[in-house]
């Protein structure tokens, strides 16, 4: 590991994230790159190994971040947003063609349905079901399943109505779509299910420990931002609560209360008993998908970084996601716009040190609109103190 000016290159691997209303992914890793190479050819060590691998958390962005990775051009296709209009989302398929990738929000975020009156109780994930039973068609054998931004809080039966599982009133007769029907449900019929949907490895990625019902429930917690008023929360609540207690019978599996079942109005809570979905971190999914720990296993030193390094980060966003798949013995360096975390606390979580691009006092305004030359300085910096040590 110890190497010297003669000795073979040195591997930087660069793992950001997005900086968040200033830099893409690929942006920060591309200033991060330059600013190693600064610090290289300074310190006269310009051959450097630089390994550029943009991240993402699962959420807005994470389609294209793990596309460009795999290599791979979106595909393009005709769905319905959440309130059933048509419309044109895009997907991934990996260039061997196993793996899948659905930004839910392509089709049912809540961005899509802005120019709408809010429909809390009619909105609901078919469009996303859309989506997937294109891929089950395409045979592929994982499906990755980004729910984050969602317009709805139907409990994911929209996505599995169009993947042929029909929900069926105590008249046998299917009920009405969205969150609305839910309360109605007596039983289940998943004689039509899509032939590949159980077959396929399910995973879905999950940023917050929410459970379905209740006070932190999916109707209670992100019920108001989709438009629902009181009323509606109350009814969308019992209308979970009466889809979890069909689903336990069913499946013998007790969604109620499950914590990260209450994502994206309550999707976790078919895709789990019925389609067997693993609930990952989001950072994870993209980390997984995009073969970061691989990437890493040669490392000399892990660049990465994020909008701000702060108590958030713990929770899994992604400079720790990266730090954790971090071989022993080498250093991660976070380069964030606001270092929140103290040093004993960065090295809990396993980053060796965090560098804030703010160079002195500065508007937030200021430290977005000179991003990129502010991430290649500090990186300098950082790379410089790093090779220095060498």
Request: with cysteine; glycine share 12%.
């Amino acid at each position: 590991m110890h190497n010297h000016p003669t000795g073979k290159p040195l591997t930087i691997v660069i793992a950001p994230d997005s900086f968040k209303g200033s830099l893409s992914a690929a942006a920060a890793a591309a200033a991060m790159a330059a600013g190693a190479r600064e610090a290289g050819l300074a310190l006269g060590r310009p051959v450097l190994h630089l390994t550029l691998c943009p991240m993402a958390d699962g959420g807005e962005g994470t389609l294209d971040t793990i596309a460009a990775v795999w290599g791979v051009e979106p595909s393009i296709m005709l769905t319905v947003d959440a309130l059933g209009r048509s419309r044109r989302a895009r997907y991934a398929t990996s260039a061997d063609g196993r793996t899948g990738l659905i930004e839910a929000a392509e089709s049912n975020g809540l961005t899509l349905v802005a120019d709408a009156l809010p429909q809390p109780q009619r909105a609901d994930t078919y469009g996303v079901g859309l989506l997937a039973r294109e891929l089950l068609d395409q045979q592929v054998e994982e499906i990755l399943l980004c729910v984050g931004g969602s317009a709805s809080t139907d409990g994911g039966t929209g996505l599995l109505a169009a993947l042929g599982v029909r929900f069926l009133d105590a008249a046998g007769l299917p009920v009405a779509p969205g969150g609305a029907g839910l309360a109605q449900i007596a039983s289940l019929d998943l004689a039509g299910l899509h032939p590949h949907a159980r077959v396929v490895r399910w995973r879905v990625a999950v940023d917050v420990n929410n459970p379905l019902c209740g006070p932190a429930g999916a109707a209670a917690v992100f019920g108001p931002q989709k438009g629902a008023q009181p009323r509606d929360v109350a009814e969308l609540d019992a209308g979970l609560a009466r889809l979890a207690a069909i689903v336990l019978a069913e499946t013998g599996e007790n969604m109620s209360g499950r914590p990260g079942a209450g994502a994206a109005g309550g999707m976790p809570a078919t895709l789990v008993p019925l389609l067997r979905a693993e609930l990952v971190p989001g950072s994870t999914l993209v980390a997984d998908a995009v073969g970061l720990a691989h990437k890493m296993a040669s490392a000399d030193l892990v660049l990465t970084g994020e909008g701000s390094f702060d108590s958030q980060s713990l929770g899994g966003k992604v400079a720790v996601a990266v730090a954790r798949l971090a071989s022993a013995g080498c250093p991660v360096v976070v380069i964030a716009g606001r270092v929140e975390l103290s040093a004993a606390d960065s090295a809990a979580s396993g980053v060796t040190a965090a560098f804030s691009i703010a160079g002195g006092p500065s508007t937030l305004d200021d430290l977005q609109a000179h991003a990129a030359e502010r991430v290649r300085e500090t990186t300098a910096h950082a790379v410089a103190l790093f090779l220095q040590s060498r």
